[in-house]
């Protein structure tokens, strides 16, 4: 092809992009628009009851914030934070030697705890940093590594669905009318997981080689009981955060019990996971879900979710030069 046929193949591209950076376009437009949607609700829900209360947004929230017990919410979060650390290490761990290889949980430590620095910016980004990490560091092939990231990620979809549907049976009565889809969703969830499980294992659709992708090999190998025994080993941090947050939201000056958090922290934590402009869903459920706390529940959930993202974040920095010792040298 002479160079004048490659200087027109390069302006053809450039002048038509391509279908994928036509899709990435739409898809941040969409998420800003989620995230500016987010805001402008919880400003006009603000400035509203900072109106009925005859005081400024900026008066109403100041008040609002003097009005926390600091120093046992932050001793609260801390603990917290280091007690997820530790069960998030482990879930980890286990998988990949559920799935892949016999890796130590101390081994895993540094790792999980530096792609809590990526993960400010997305969790899911985090997980694939933990991938690049064991396939430079132990010659572990990145496309299985990545299926068993694949797989946590898949997991940790139905396991806060478990949870909320738990929460649903438990504390129906006093729940918001839209959690009556609950039912519809954890039905329709179930047949799903039974008709993926089904699939992996090769009873239905058998001459479909979707399944035999390097990208699934996880799912290929995860029996039921890996599915099972990845909910146990998960559920005690949320166990963990229904106390913890039941109990902060107290210093928060709001009344909150158990039950009622039971089914609301699955949906909100689902929602934090997801790419970062829903982090705004996240926090702005709170004030949906406590529509008489408006003040204290924006503040909540500002805190309570960036604290503990920017605290697993400093977790990382401390094991950041570890982790760079072992992928570098």
Known sequence: MSEHDNATANETVEEHPTPDKKQSTLGRLVFLLITGACFVYLYFRLNGAAAREGLSLAEYM???FANVAWGSWLALMMAYSLFYFLIDTLVVTRALNWLLADIRYR???PIRASSYIISIFNEQIGKGAMAYYLNKRDQIPGWEV???MLFIMFCEVFYLLVWATVGYIFGRDGLPEVFQIMPFISIGAAAFLISWLLYFNGTILQNNQLREKRILHG????????YAAFFLLRSPALLAAIVVYTMALNLFNVEASFLTLLPYLPVIFFAAAVPTPMRAAAITFW????PENEGQMAAFGLVQHNFFIFFNA?????FWRRAQRELFT
């Open 219 to 226: 799912f290929r190998r995860a029996k039921l009981w890996h």
């Open 62 to 64: 100041t008040e609002v």
């Open 287 to 290: 004030v949906i879900l406590f």
């Open 146 to 148: 990545g299926s068993v």
């Open 107 to 109: 081994d895993i430590l």
């Open 314 to 318: 400093l977790i990382g920095l401390i």
